[in-house]
């Protein structure tokens, strides 16, 4: 060199690597038990699943790491994860989101994107967003569960009641509507009656059969689902027009239909049908439940009549009634596990369906549901 530029010389530099140069060319390598390795299998051979768990195990490490030495120190670290719950059996997705949540008490703001109810906890519900893309209005963003719970209560008990049904009904926010409904028949018995009349389940049918957890919240919650865009119906036994629908001011409490029904009542008691508590309601007689009073009520000829025209003045508010009294009235069943598991064993049969009381009015219920 300095023969061809004197006083030039040249001399080899190798610099010393950076700890991060270390990382960028670092790999995963995975030991399975009963497949022994010495040099192990880099994790990109495995399967969609074993990756994603991999991952996962990684973010679960993070969060025990952060944890022991105190959090981030100050500063916070915005994590970005879409669907962590791809690939994984339930039981993971629990883990997942467990670690997921740690991690977001320990100096991170983590943000995912799911498709799961079971990525959504009780207590993460209420602040979740749901993001809706259609083609009238393109992708929006609905109001959160505890957002709409203020702007459309506002009575700040009513309010905690309300929040707490609704965040115990994650799939709420996987529906494009909702039907409520009240009791443990309609859970159990609708979704297979619906399947049978349309050929699909109302999951299929995006419709989220959900129970908030008593007739007295229905009104609110259904309150709820419309400030937050989401369409909803409710179904309901015939005892929610007398105690419930006139002190959430859905029907008059003087409302002529309800006197009439009341005076219906009173002679039932006088002949020893049925038992009233102070307000001229069903009550618990004899060993017979408030409940079985109100489908004595229904079958009496001059109730019929004014429970038809409420049943309808409540369905003009989104609110189906069963007009006599239940739907095991309809269908002619008991309220026990046995009669459900013996009409789901018989629901296809065509002269079973032709035997039942009132099939008619349960299947137009599912339609007025599904419409």
């Not at 990756?51 to 996962?56: G, P």
Request: hydrophobic share 40%.
């Amino acid at each position: 060199m300095s023969r061809l530029f004197p006083a030039v010389s040249a001399k080899t530099h190798i610099p010393v690597p950076e700890f991060t140069d270390f990382l960028k060319s670092a790999t995963i390598r995975i030991f399975e038990e009963g497949y022994e390795n010495p040099e192990g299998r880099d994790a990109s051979s495995f399967g969609h699943g074993a990756q994603r768990s991999i991952q996962i195990a990684l973010v679960k490490c993070l969060a025990e790491v952060r944890r022991a030495g105190g959090g981030n120190a100050g500063r916070t670290t915005l994590l970005l994860i879409d669907e962590p719950e791809l690939y994984l059996h339930p039981q993971a997705v629990e883990v997942v989101r467990a670690a997921l949540s740690q991690l977001a008490g320990d100096g991170y703001q983590v943000i995912i994107t799911t498709h799961s109810a079971n990525m959504i906890s009780r207590s993460d519900a209420p602040s979740t967003l749901l993001i809706r893309r259609t083609a009238a209005d393109g992708t929006k963003c609905y109001p959160r569960i505890k957002d709409a719970v203020r702007d459309a209560i506002h009575d700040a008990n009513h309010q905690s009641e309300a929040l707490f049904a609704l965040s115990n009904s994650s799939k709420i926010l996987f529906s494009e509507r909702v039907g409520i409904t009240e009791g443990k028949t309609e859970r159990t018995i609708l979704p297979a009656i619906f399947q049978n009349e349309f050929g699909l389940t109302p999951d299929e049918d995006k419709i989220g059969l959900v129970d908030i957890g008593g007739t007295p919240n229905i009104p609110d919650t259904m309150r709820v689902l419309n400030a937050m865009g989401i369409p909803c119906k409710a179904i309901v036994d015939l005892d929610f027009a007398f105690r419930i629908a006139p002190i959430k001011d859905l029907l008059d409490p003087a409302h002529a239909d309800l006197a009439s029904c009341k005076e219906v009542l009173a002679q039932l008691r006088d002949d020893g049908q049925v038992g009233l508590d102070t307000e001229g309601l069903p009550t618990k007689h004899n060993g017979t439940p408030a409940a079985a009073a109100f489908e004595v009520l229904a079958r009496h000829p001059g109730a019929m009549p004014c429970i038809a025209r409420l049943h309808e003045e409540l369905k003009a508010l989104g609110i189906w009634m069963w007009t006599k009294g239940a739907i095991e009235a309809h269908l002619g069943i008991a309220k026990t596990n046995a009669a459900h598991r013996a009409f789901l064993a018989r629901l296809a049969d065509d002269e079973y369906r032709a035997t039942i009381p009132d099939y008619q009015s349960v299947r137009d219920a599912i339609g007025w549901l599904r419409g």
